[in-house]
């Protein structure tokens, strides 16, 4: 089955900094590549996904890269806010074990400094 | 909309009572999910309804039971459940069922902050 790996575990930048986080991920057939963010007390939220068939993906302030033949993800940040304080947790999807279903990274804690 | 409800926010129950915790989604979705989420924690799938019948039980302890009396509700039926199994309960729907040619996004409600005393 799939198995994804995320780092850091913890990150903290001062506000108008960029923040990365990178995932790698073990089974070259999947496709299919969301970020979610989970504020306090919250369920996650959708930010942004890609599919295998582009290499980066921009939405306003946030952007996601895939490198295919390295089997990794990452999620930049640009100008951080205060309010983009969150766990951020990468996925993607299992087809050896539970097919359909995503495996989520540990998750990284984004703090934001004012 | 993109809006998956979940009722309700707080549950506080012993370990003798039975509830259920409920989830609806108007978006025409077809796969439907359940989640645990422990503090600190990635959310670990419990069940999956695909076209409203179960399709995954991750070896969920029968404490559990899922229900899916209609396309856009999803229920977790709880019974003698324990102290560990206080968590965050998350919902989940996603708009088509395993796909391993287009998997598509999921999206999950607010969750249910269950506590078992």
């Known amino acids: 089955g799939e198995n994804v790996e995320q780092h850091p575990s913890t990150l903290s930048v001062q506000e108008g900094d960029s923040a990365v986080i990178k995932c790698t991920y073990s089974?070259?057939?999947?496709?299919?590549f969301p970020w979610y963010k989970q504020e306090l007390g919250k369920g996650p939220q959708l930010i942004i996904d890609?599919?295998?068939?582009?290499g980066e993906k921009k939405d306003q302030r946030i952007a996601v890269t895939l490198n295919k033949t390295a089997k990794h993800f990452s999620l930049h940040i640009t100008e951080t806010q205060p309010e983009d304080s969150a766990v951020y947790f990468c996925?993607?999807?299992?087809?050896?074990?539970?097919?359909?279903?995503?495996?989520f990274g540990k998750g990284t804690k984004l703090s934001v400094k004012p | 909309d993109t809006e998956v409800t979940q009722t309700p926010k707080h549950l506080v129950m012993g370990m003798t009572n039975k509830k259920s915790l409920k989830c609806e989604q108007h978006?025409?979705?077809?796969?439907m999910y359940w989640y645990k989420q422990k503090a600190k924690k990635p959310p670990e799938l419990m069940f999956v309804?695909?076209?409203?019948?179960?399709?995954i039980n991750e070896s969920v302890p029968s404490r559990f039971s899922p229900e899916c009396p209609n396309s856009s509700l999803l229920n977790l039926h709880l019974h003698a459940l324990q102290p560990e199994d206080s968590a965050l309960y998350l919902c989940?729907?996603?708009?088509?069922?395993?796909?391993?040619?287009?998997?598509?996004?999921?999206?999950f409600g607010p969750g249910t902050r269950l506590t078992v005393l």
């Open positions: 089974d070259s057939a999947s496709n299919y």
């Open positions: 890609i599919r295998s068939n582009v």
């Open positions: 978006m025409g979705h077809r796969a």
């Open positions: 996925a993607a999807p299992n087809y050896g074990g539970s097919q359909g279903n995503l495996i």
């Open positions: 309804y695909s076209y409203e019948k179960l399709s």
């Open positions: 989940a729907s996603s708009p088509g069922g395993s796909s391993r040619v287009l998997h598509s996004a999921q999206y």
